[in-house]
């Protein structure tokens, strides 16, 4: 029995990441959801702050609110122990999110922020808007810096 | 056969002295810098388009307009990991009593004050193509931050990469290179060529590393691994679909045209790259797009 126990904590040992189990596995799909969300509706925003798009007061200002909903959203769930990329295939999450935690609090509320500035500024006109891309693309680097590992 | 050994010993001393001569330190011809005077505005320009603080600041520390060059952030590499120094202008522990002569030959040859080779960690192949006058205006700048009193730490690298006269035959090698866009046709062409091959030294990650070290200029900025990094990205419009516009904007927001945003060491780029004029990320858009 006890070679048993060994041999498995040896093999997993070894393995390194594996196939996530069903509820780790849902995690990770639900927070790539959300940042599909962001990458989505950054993409209206930035159409138009890079010109190739013309300025659209209500698309902006949805995309906006849309932006500032998902990063509302109570995320704990969807970063359980064990779905870092150490662990687990499919996601380029550092284990450093776990290992430091709560330091990505900080970044969370940072995001929020930017995302409250961007909602107020998206429908104003397009000078605001372009402000206030610059603040929420460093609170979305801020994390990704630190905390996202490579392909 | 006495006469063969005293051959053999001849030939081993020639030997001697050719190591001696080939790996000396070369310095900068001290003529160039003669009635230069730094503008340290213009300086902070030169500063932030060489990403300095990228590596010599502490580890982890937020970007800054007027940075603490500390020093201390390591950078593992095939030979070993190296320790980036700290050059604040503190007198005991930084660069605070260095020339420009000194620091000239620091940044574009890889010597340092007391005539010892610095490793190609930093990129003094790529530094040695700048101007003069930006070189005085970088110290003048560098001379302005605050000044750090942490000591250096020495590298963690082993035998035979330790003697660092080794590295004068690096250098004979593939230091003194020659721009790799040889004909640059437009102002924007040679703007972009100085931004990207003499200042920010985009090469240094981007472009894949022979045996020894040395960049693979036929694989210009084509894609590479880097220890303790992993996959860089090619990009040259052969390995990054993107628009001219699309790379000026990503250096400027760190939003890809997919509105994925940049992560890891490219944060810092983007950090530095954002302080440049919108012509100048333009610039070096432009010149990616020659390597079609």
Redesign the interface.
Known sequence: MKRRVLTTILAIAIAGPAIADKAIESAIKARQGQMQI???N??IL?AM??G?VDYDAAAAAAAANNIKAAASLDAMSMWPQGSDMDSVEGTRAKAEIWTTFPAIAENGMAMSNAADVMAAAAGTDLTALQGA??AL??A???C???Y???? | MARIFRYLGLLGLAGLAAFYMITMPRSVDEARFDGLTGDSGRGASVFHASGCASCHTAP?VEFSDTPILTGGQSFPSDFGTFLAPNISPSAEHGIGTWSVLDFANAVQRGVSPGGKHYYPVFPYTAYAQMSEQDIVDLKAFIDTLPASDIPNQPHQVGFPFNIRRTLGGWKLLFAGKDWVLQDAATPELIRGRYLVEAQAHCAECHTPRNPLGGLDRSNWLAGSVLPG???VPGITPKELDWAP?DVA?YLE???TP???????AM??V?ENM?QLTPEDRNAIAAYLQVFK
Do not use: P
């Open positions: 962001y990458q989505h950054l993409g930035g702050a890079k190739t891309m610059g693309g460093g979305c680097s801020s990704h810096k630190a996202r590992g490579r392909r | 982890k990094e992993g996959k516009e904007y927001s760190g939003f997919e509105f994925d945003s940049a992560g890891g944060t810092h983007v954002g």
